[in-house]
């Protein structure tokens, strides 16, 4: 009995080791996939450059006011606030017109401005010319953010795709296709049946490029409102980088029955991208944070961002684990902001769990957002290796939630459904759902609907910092927040 009882254990420990290296191999398989496209380096032509991130010292000269926001700000972004008794204040209006020009006199090119941080980007050919800049008496500081490469990797590289799905992608009798344990195992489907599609909700998603998504058939349907590029220079077409926000966009918003669902196809999408290919450094946190700005501006009300930074190019960019408290990074202070906009920001947590790091990054550590874990496709559900873990350095719970990303279902630049690994992907996932459960209940703020997902998740008795709040189940949360929203109506 005793031999029996080790032969099990041994067993388990055997199927646990390979279902590491299993899940190893993937994640390695679909990064180095991503990347034979792009193992030709050609010299930066642009080089020597730097960017700096200047800090203003106010918003003296901006030309704005409180009292006209409609100049700044789209009339959907405003009701959005109202809705939720939120204000617009100083940090919605732009940065001073007059310290731009101040600035742009001394030979300097600006690339990029932030409205809720008041700075702006400024790219320089060089070095020396900045402190001209540091005497300007708008200038409260500046941070160095960029510095040109010797060399890069060529993107907006053009791909074959699929024009159909192949004929054994379909599942006979499930509506949702392949797509259906993702769903499924958070009770998405249940908010699906009774008409909650994401209709009436406007999602950004913030990413590194979307190839393909103007070609592909299945995304034909999908209601895009537009696109834009942050990244200096911009790229050609966002549509022609990387496809990793192709795999995000489908995870919510392809239709095609029987075939793949997404979680929310029936909400209209932004597809922005701050995420530079090229190389990696703080930059990428104006980017983002530029591309948060945007999406508040027109009116957004969640944004799914898959994306993580801790460490860069540049060893004095990176962070380590003790700045992780959502306010030391730029983009976690941006990303901390957005629930007080009126807007739930959905971030992946990271994916190195099986790393010496091991912890979420930035923004994953910003506060009032959820962060999103990766869980194995079986059931019990356990955590996938790489999932990144918490807690932040203030001791908050993180992740705040899991889904399925070990793997998740998803379809890529070239038209084929396929299988990815990822916290990139479990976010996704979440994101829809949260759409479609905010559809019926709009009169809740982001940061109730952030805290109703999470206490009605699996976990949510012993939240810890693996699985967070545990696994979402979102058909409770809509019977828990219709039931709260009837009570509070009837008390008044």
Request: charged share 20%; proline share 4%; aromatic share 10%.
């Given at each position: 009995?005793?031999?029996?009882?080790?032969?099990?254990?041994?067993?388990?420990?055997?199927?646990?080791?390979?279902?590491?290296?299993?899940?190893?191999?993937?994640?390695?398989?679909?990064?180095?996939?991503?990347?034979?496209?792009?193992?030709?380096?050609?010299?930066?032509?642009?080089?020597?450059?730097?960017?700096?991130?200047?800090?203003?010292?106010?918003?003296?000269?901006?030309?704005?006011?409180?009292?006209?926001?409609?100049?700044?700000?789209?009339?959907?972004?405003?009701?959005?606030?109202?809705?939720?008794?939120?204000?617009?204040?100083?940090?919605?209006?732009?940065?001073?017109?007059?310290?731009?020009?101040?600035?742009?006199?001394?030979?300097?090119?600006?690339?990029?401005?932030?409205?809720?941080?008041?700075?702006?980007?400024?790219?320089?050919?060089?070095?020396?010319?900045?402190?001209?800049?540091?005497?300007?008496?708008?200038?409260?500081?500046?941070?160095?953010?960029?510095?040109?490469?010797?060399?890069?990797?060529?993107?907006?590289?053009?791909?074959?795709?699929?024009?159909?799905?192949?004929?054994?992608?379909?599942?006979?009798?499930?509506?949702?296709?392949?797509?259906?344990?993702?769903?499924?195992?958070?009770?998405?489907?249940?908010?699906?049946?009774?008409?909650?599609?994401?209709?009436?909700?406007?999602?950004?998603?913030?990413?590194?490029?979307?190839?393909?998504?103007?070609?592909?058939?299945?995304?034909?349907?999908?209601?895009?409102?537009?696109?834009?590029?942050?990244?200096?220079?911009?790229?050609?077409?966002?549509?022609?980088?990387?496809?990793?926000?192709?795999?995000?966009?489908?995870?919510?918003?392809?239709?095609?029955?029987?075939?793949?669902?997404?979680?929310?196809?029936?909400?209209?999408?932004?597809?922005?991208?701050?995420?530079?290919?090229?190389?990696?450094?703080?930059?990428?946190?104006?980017?983002?944070?530029?591309?948060?700005?945007?999406?508040?501006?027109?009116?957004?009300?969640?944004?799914?961002?898959?994306?993580?930074?801790?460490?860069?190019?540049?060893?004095?960019?990176?962070?380590?684990?003790?700045?992780?408290?959502?306010?030391?990074?730029?983009?976690?202070?941006?990303?901390?902001?957005?629930?007080?906009?009126?807007?739930?920001?959905?971030?992946?947590?990271?994916?190195?769990?099986?790393?010496?790091?091991?912890?979420?990054?930035?923004?994953?550590?910003?506060?009032?957002?959820?962060?999103?874990?990766?869980?194995?496709?079986?059931?019990?559900?356990?955590?996938?290796?790489?999932?990144?873990?918490?807690?932040?350095?203030?001791?908050?719970?993180?992740?705040?939630?899991v889904a399925m990303g070990a793997p998740a279902r998803l379809v890529n630049g070239r038209?084929?459904?396929?299988?990815?690994?990822?916290?990139?992907?479990?976010?996704?996932?979440?994101?829809?759902?949260?759409?479609?459960?905010?559809?019926?209940?709009?009169?809740?703020?982001?940061?109730?609907?952030?805290?109703?997902?999470?206490?009605?998740?699996?976990?949510?008795?012993?939240?810890?910092?693996?699985?967070?709040?545990?696994?979402?189940?979102?058909?409770?949360?809509?019977?828990?927040?219709?039931?709260?929203?009837?009570?509070?109506?009837?008390?008044?």
């Amino acid at each position: 009995m005793e031999l029996w009882k080790f032969s099990i254990n041994f067993a388990a420990m055997i199927q646990r080791l390979l279902t590491t290296i299993i899940l190893t191999w993937m994640a390695c398989g679909a990064w180095a996939e991503g990347q034979q496209e792009t193992t030709r380096r050609v010299r930066y032509k642009d080089g020597p450059a730097f960017i700096y991130r200047i800090y203003l010292t106010d918003k003296n000269g901006t030309g704005y006011s409180l009292e006209h926001p409609t100049r700044f700000l789209s009339r959907r972004s405003i009701e959005r606030r109202k809705r939720q008794g939120l204000k617009v204040d100083s940090t919605d209006l732009p940065v001073s017109y007059r310290y731009v020009r101040l600035i742009e006199r001394n030979n300097v090119s600006i690339i990029g401005q932030s409205r809720w941080q008041n700075t702006v980007l400024v790219r320089v050919k060089d070095s020396t010319l900045i402190h001209a800049i540091d005497e300007l008496p708008c200038i409260k500081g500046r941070q160095l953010v960029w510095i040109a490469p010797d060399s890069v990797s060529p993107t907006a590289l053009k791909a074959k795709y699929r024009d159909h799905f192949e004929e054994r992608d379909s599942v006979l009798g499930e509506v949702y296709g392949t797509a259906a344990t993702q769903i499924k195992t958070i009770k998405g489907e249940r908010l699906h049946d009774i008409g909650l599609r994401g209709e009436t909700m406007m999602i950004a998603i913030i990413d590194g490029g979307f190839k393909n998504v103007n070609n592909i058939p299945a995304f034909q349907r999908v209601d895009i409102r537009g696109t834009r590029d942050f990244v200096f220079p911009q790229s050609p077409s966002i549509y022609a980088e990387t496809d990793h926000g192709t795999k995000v966009l489908s995870a919510m918003a392809i239709n095609v029955p029987y075939y793949y669902m997404g979680t929310a196809p029936k909400a209209c999408y932004w597809l922005l991208r701050s995420e530079d290919q090229q190389t990696e450094q703080a930059v990428e946190e104006d980017y983002w944070t530029m591309a948060a700005e945007f999406a508040d501006s027109v009116g957004c009300d969640l944004i799914n961002s898959s994306l993580g930074y801790h460490e860069y190019d540049h060893r004095f960019m990176s962070y380590r684990q003790w700045q992780l408290d959502g306010q030391t990074a730029f983009v976690s202070q941006s990303a901390s902001m957005l629930a007080g906009k009126g807007i739930v920001l959905v971030n992946s947590a990271g994916n190195l769990g099986m790393g010496t790091f091991k912890k979420i990054g930035v923004p994953a550590d910003a506060d009032h957002i959820m962060t999103v874990g990766a869980v194995m496709d079986d059931e019990p559900h356990k955590i996938a290796p790489f999932s990144s873990v918490g807690p932040t350095q203030d001791q908050r719970v993180k992740p705040d939630v899991v889904a399925m990303g070990a793997p998740a279902r998803l379809v890529n630049g070239r038209g084929a459904i396929m299988d990815d690994m990822g916290t990139s992907f479990s976010a996704p996932i979440v994101c829809g759902l949260m759409a479609c459960l905010w559809q019926a209940m709009p009169g809740k703020t982001a940061e109730e609907m952030i805290e109703l997902v999470r206490q009605t998740s699996s976990n949510a008795d012993h939240p810890d910092n693996i699985y967070g709040y545990g696994m979402p189940n979102f058909w409770r949360a809509y019977q828990i927040g219709m039931y709260s929203t009837r009570s509070s109506s009837d008390s008044h």
